[in-house]
């Protein structure tokens, strides 16, 4: 391990990168045999939920709590980092045991990137973006005790945020179309069916 990262563990073996990544892609996948933040897909799982919430660099430090509680409630000892874009001279993977001080350094490590965290089959997925949202998507059980509430009214501070952001502002059409995706047609879709929250159409 480089002494560059203190806790984390670089994954830089293209084969171990591909295969971890071929696990997210049962469900994120993006543009061919890839993950590109510009063609986002998500794959719905028979009783998953999906739900985006606000955050900058992604985890705050409330965040990185209750993201450690809600990991280990659910019996995960490993969390898997995989790039959400092209990156030059930076791991494109990290597996890291959960703890406090791992998921610290990676969001002081990664707060920049785009990246999606998993652990297990995947058991869950959170997507952290650099649209000012993570997207996090699982259980109903997981979701909500990361959240730390319910569901609708995660949607509606979504919506607030979305509204916030000027008519001009290209993210502002971004958020919105998140927004309408996951809240209204989600719902609607049968496992194994996909749907494309971006690029903005």
Same mark, same amino acid.
């Given at each position: 391990?480089?002494?560059?990262?203190?806790?984390?563990?670089?994954?830089?073996?293209?084969?171990?990168? $591909?295969?971890?990544?071929?696990?997210?892609?049962?469900?994120? !996948?993006?543009?061919?045999?890839?993950?590109?933040?510009?063609?986002?897909?998500?794959?719905?799982?028979?009783?998953?939920?999906?739900?985006?919430?606000?955050?900058?660099?992604?985890?705050?430090?409330?965040?990185?709590?209750?993201?450690?509680?809600?990991?280990?409630?659910?019996?995960?000892?490993?969390?898997?980092?995989?790039?959400?874009?092209?990156?030059?001279?930076?791991?494109?993977?990290?597996?890291?045991?959960? $703890?406090?001080? $791992?998921?610290?350094?990676?969001?002081?490590?990664?707060?920049?990137?785009?990246?999606?965290?998993?652990?297990?089959?995947?058991?869950?997925?959170? !997507?952290?973006?650099?649209?000012?949202?993570?997207?996090?998507?699982?259980?109903?059980?997981?979701?909500?005790?990361?959240?730390?509430?319910?569901?609708?009214?995660?949607?509606?501070?979504?919506?607030?945020?979305?509204?916030?952001?000027?008519?001009?502002?290209?993210?502002?059409?971004?958020?919105?179309?998140?927004?309408?995706?996951?809240?209204? @047609?989600?719902?609607?879709?049968?496992?194994? @069916?996909?749907?494309?929250?971006?690029?903005?159409?």
């Amino acid at each position: 391990m480089s002494e560059e990262w203190k806790f984390l563990k670089p994954i830089f073996n293209y084969e171990e990168v $591909t295969k971890l990544r071929e696990t997210l892609n049962k469900i994120v !996948i993006g543009s061919g045999s890839t993950v590109e933040p510009s063609k986002l897909n998500i794959i719905k799982q028979s009783d998953w939920i999906t739900i985006p919430t606000e955050s900058r660099d992604h985890f705050s430090e409330e965040d990185e709590i209750k993201l450690l509680q809600a990991v280990l409630q659910h019996e995960n000892q490993e969390i898997v980092a995989i790039a959400f874009e092209p990156l030059k001279a930076f791991p494109l993977a990290f597996v890291f045991p959960a $703890t406090a001080e $791992t998921i610290a350094e990676f969001n002081h490590e990664c707060g920049h990137f785009w990246f999606a965290l998993y652990a297990g089959e995947p058991d869950w997925v959170i !997507i952290c973006t650099k649209l000012d949202f993570l997207m996090i998507t699982g259980k109903h059980s997981f979701v909500s005790q990361f959240l730390g509430y319910e569901i609708q009214p995660a949607f509606a501070d979504f919506y607030e945020l979305a509204l916030s952001y000027s008519d001009d502002d290209p993210e502002k059409k971004s958020l919105l179309q998140v927004y309408n995706l996951l809240s209204r @047609e989600y719902p609607k879709i049968n496992p194994g @069916e996909i749907i494309q929250l971006l690029p903005v159409s």
